[in-house]
């Protein structure tokens, strides 16, 4: 159960301009082969169990780290309006992962070029800072960056 504190200070936020057109950005997260291609930080690799891009779907991975930790990963799809948002839930490979958080990504157009947005929303503050130590940040920095480079490959 989220606390009483606003979303503000529950949410993390991330942004980032790619040298594509939305329609483009839009398929790299909605596409099943483009999706796990460039998902996550630098060094890391992804397996997929599972995947259903769809709202009510689900991908289900194993994020390899570099030293050969394996982190399991659920990601819930629930609404998608198509060029323009997508949320989800994620958080770990088990049902009612009680720390799992709530994506927001906005897609917006400028001119060729696409602006994202990306919230990520924890249900305590307390799981936003642990997070922000952990260096949620710049994980998603690094993979918006990994994204930037997919794109280049797709276009």
């Not at 942004?15 to 291609?37: G, I, Y």
Request: hydrophobic letters at 40%; zero cysteines.
């Amino acid at each position: 159960m989220a606390d009483q504190t606003s979303e503000a200070d529950r949410e993390l936020i991330m942004e980032r301009d790619f040298d594509a057109p939305r329609a483009l950005v839009w398929r790299a997260w909605t596409e099943a082969e483009h999706l796990p291609q460039w998902w996550g930080p630098r060094d890391f690799t992804i397996t997929t169990l599972a995947i259903d891009i769809r709202p009510g779907g689900m991908w289900r991975y194993l994020m390899h780290a570099p030293d050969g930790t394996d982190y399991d990963n659920r990601i819930t799809f629930r609404e998608f309006t198509p060029s323009e948002r997508i949320v989800y839930l994620h958080g770990t490979d088990k049902d009612d992962d009680p720390e799992q958080f709530v994506v927001t990504v906005t897609f917006s157009e400028q001119g060729n070029k696409t602006h994202l947005t990306m919230r990520v929303l924890f249900p305590t503050v307390a799981q936003r800072e642990a997070n922000q130590a952990f260096g949620a940040v710049e994980i998603g920095y690094q993979t918006l960056a990994h994204l930037a480079e997919h794109l280049a490959t797709m276009a």
